[in-house]
Each structure stands twice: as structure tokens, then as C-alpha cells.
């Protein structure tokens, strides 16, 4: 019985059951490697307000997260908190999506470089100098007009499933862009208006490059959010404008790419390799002009950061660490 007993002590000291130390409180909170919390706000710019997620330490270097289409800053809701225990993050939502004042489509005609103005108003309005900028999507268009501007504010690039060369757009993808801007037809109209649609939204954009190996970390939260941002016909027009001035993005492409080359950006390029719509030759283009980027090919899609959020996180602080940005 005396061992049975001694044995029984000795079990609950090694599970951690003994009675606490003389001085240590017997509820004393245990240590939780937590993430800093989102916050969510507006500021207000000229005649609009602007709406951003900001999470982390505001000392440490910034990374501006900027979203694509049909998207807004919702898609980096799972990727804020694992980059902001490092990092301070922003990410806001463009001029007419999500929770950022939608101007009336009838009186504002939306293009690339109004969305590009803004955010630059937005960002040097939070008085950030110099930032890491992620672009996916649309985001590459509003990202590479705030490089254009001033490109030694950017401290590194992340391109994830973002164009800056043809190689990653089909011949059949590029004329598409071309006829958006030069035909002006109401049949054409119409043709880009149905692309805003719930269907669209979900099987032409979200589903269209997802098979049995990724499709289940596509969350339906994701389509679900948009679609509330495109419940009017206004809303859907804003970004019909947006398809239709997407061309003067591919008009601009040699010049973006002299811009990197000249200066030669600490680059990661997280590319999600089962994209149709923007394909990974695009990821391997940029090769040619940033010989020391690193480029990863992901088994994912379009909206990669949606599935395969702690991956891409991971590249991001492992490379940034690399490069001593912190």
C-alpha cells in the first residue's frame, strides 16, 4: 500500500498536479502564443471612406495585402493573423468593394488608376513610408501604379497569382481583355455584366480551377461575402468598368517590367499552379527581369492564399526573415 501511494504522488507530480509552489497562485493563467487581434476601420479620404483590416505592431515593417476580383480584404482573414504576430498588416478594400464607399458607376467611371489613387491616399494617410506589398489578382494593377509612383518605397514584393507579362495570360484571356476595352456594344455589355453574377461568381471564379485535391479548402465564406458586395446593379457595374479598363494593365506591362528590373525588388512569387485564368508561365516570366526571385509553384488555384493560407505564410516569413525585413 506505502508504494501503491508513493507511486500515486509521484504520477501526479509528473502530471503536473502538484500543489503550486509556495508564493505561484494556484489560478495562475497558463501562456498562450496568440495572434494579435483585426481591427476594422474607416478613414475618411476626400469625399469617400476608405475601409482597411489592420492587425499587428504598428514599429514593426508593414505589409500592405492588396485583394483581386471578385474579392476584397475578406480574403486575407486567415492570413492577417499569422503574418501580424511578426508584422504590422493592412489590408483595405479598394474604392467601390467590400465596405469602402461605392461611388455611383453613373457619375464615377471606375478605372485602375482611380483605385490606385486612392489607396496610395489611404496608405500615406496611416503615414506608412516603406512597405512589403502583396498582390493577387486585381491587385497587381493598383500595386505596380503605386511602385510606378515611388519605388523605393516598396521594401519587398509578394506576387501571388499576379500579372505583369502575357505569358501568363492565353491568347484567348488577352483578346478577352482587349475586347472589354474597344467593344462597346451593348451585347458586350451584358456579356461582362453576367460574369458579375451569383453563378459566375462561384463556378466561373471561385470553383473554375479547383479539382478533388483542393476544392475542399476553398471555404464557401469566401463567395458567400463577395456576392454580398455585388447584390445591386450598380455595384455589379462598377466592376464591369473595371473589366473594361483591365486592357490598359496589359498596355502598361513593358513598362512595369523595366520598372523591376531597374531596381531590382527582394521578390517572392507564390503561385498557385492550377490557375487557368492567370497561368504559371506568368510566375516563371518574371524570371527574366528579377533573376534572384523565388518562385514557388503551389498546388492550389487562383485565390491560392484561400487554400493554402499557412503555406503561403510560412514562404512570406521565412522570406522576409532571409532578407533581414522585420
Not at 453563378?199 to 479539382?211: G, H, R, V
Not at 528590373?261 to 504559371?280: R, V
Request: glycine residues 4%; aromatic residues 12%.
Amino acid at each position: 500500500m506505502k508504494k501503491l501511494l508513493i507511486f500515486t504522488l509521484s504520477l501526479l507530480t509528473l502530471l503536473g498536479c502538484n500543489h503550486p509552489k509556495e508564493g505561484t497562485p494556484k489560478d495562475q493563467e497558463k501562456i498562450y502564443f496568440l495572434p494579435p487581434a483585426t481591427s476594422y476601420n474607416h478613414i475618411a479620404i476626400d469625399s469617400v471612406k476608405l475601409f482597411y483590416r489592420e492587425a499587428g505592431n504598428k514599429n514593426n515593417t508593414t505589409i500592405v495585402l492588396l485583394h483581386g476580383y471578385p474579392s476584397t480584404s475578406h480574403s486575407y482573414r486567415n492570413l492577417i493573423p499569422m503574418l501580424a504576430s511578426h508584422y504590422h498588416v493592412i489590408a483595405p478594400d479598394n474604392l467601390g468593394s467590400g465596405y469602402s464607399t461605392h461611388l455611383d458607376p453613373e457619375t464615377t467611371t471606375y478605372t485602375f488608376d482611380l483605385l490606385a489613387s486612392y489607396t496610395e491616399k489611404l496608405i500615406n494617410a496611416l503615414k506608412i513610408d516603406n512597405y512589403v506589398l502583396y498582390m493577387q489578382d486585381f491587385g497587381a494593377p493598383v500595386g505596380y501604379r503605386l511602385m510606378m509612383h515611388n519605388p523605393k518605397r516598396i521594401e519587398a514584393l509578394i506576387i501571388q497569382n499576379a500579372n505583369a507579362y502575357l505569358d501568363g495570360l492565353t491568347p484567348k484571356r488577352q483578346e478577352f481583355f482587349r475586347t472589354a476595352q474597344t467593344d462597346t456594344s451593348q451585347e458586350k455589355h451584358d456579356f461582362l455584366f453576367n460574369l458579375t453574377s451569383k453563378d459566375a461568381i462561384i463556378n466561373k471564379q471561385y470553383l473554375f480551377d479547383l479539382d478533388s485535391t483542393n476544392i475542399h479548402f476553398q471555404s464557401p465564406d469566401a463567395w458567400t461575402y463577395d456576392l454580398a458586395f455585388l447584390n445591386s446593379e450598380k455595384d455589379r457595374e462598377i466592376q464591369v468598368q473595371l473589366f473594361k479598363d483591365y486592357n490598359t494593365n496589359l498596355i502598361r506591362y513593358p513598362k512595369w517590367q523595366h520598372m523591376l528590373k531597374e531596381n531590382q525588388p527582394k521578390t517572392l512569387i507564390a503561385w498557385g499552379k492550377k490557375d487557368l485564368k492567370f497561368n504559371y508561365k506568368g510566375a516563371e516570366a518574371y524570371l527574366r527581369d528579377l533573376p534572384n526571385a523565388k518562385l514557388h509553384l503551389l498546388d492550389a488555384g487562383h485565390f491560392a492564399a484561400e487554400e493554402k493560407t499557412r503555406d503561403i505564410a510560412k514562404l512570406i516569413l521565412d522570406f522576409l526573415a532571409s532578407n533581414k525585413i522585420n
